[in-house]
């Protein structure tokens, strides 16, 4: 069974820097594709950044310059460095992988994490 873990987050002030990873775990499994998603009450999912299985990446305008998303491949870990973070980033962060195990994809979405960023 593959599962989706995710660590990281939490309260953090203006200006300051956060690392989010999520993790996949189980047998025979590789991660392919890989976004990171946000949301806030009322508010649609907003995907602010995506990595594919070689490495091409993808920013949201809201987070370009500031996030870096990488991946560790043989750990199955893929990572999102928040940096210079502002208010408006509050949210709960998502990872949705696209994972393969014995042949098969199917995506997968991780726990969600909070993100509080404030004085």
């Known amino acids: 069974q593959v599962q989706l873990v995710q660590s990281g987050g939490g309260l953090v002030q203006p200006g300051g820097s956060l690392r989010l990873s999520c993790a996949a775990s189980?047998?025979?499994?590789?991660?392919?594709?890989t976004d990171w998603y946000r949301q806030t009450p009322g508010q649609e999912r907003e995907l602010i950044a995506g990595?594919?299985?070689?490495?091409?990446?993808i920013y949201a305008d809201s987070v370009k310059g500031r996030f870096i998303i990488s991946r560790d491949n043989a750990k199955n870990t893929v990572y999102l460095q928040m940096n210079s973070l502002k208010p408006e980033d509050t949210a709960v962060y998502l990872c949705?992988?696209?994972?393969?195990?014995?042949?098969?994809?199917?995506?997968?979405w991780g726990q969600g994490t909070q993100v509080t960023v404030s004085s």
């Open positions: 949705n992988a696209e994972v393969t195990q014995w042949g098969r994809s199917n995506g997968y």
């Open positions: 189980g047998s025979r499994i590789s991660i392919t594709a």
């Open positions: 990595i594919t299985s070689t490495g091409i990446t």
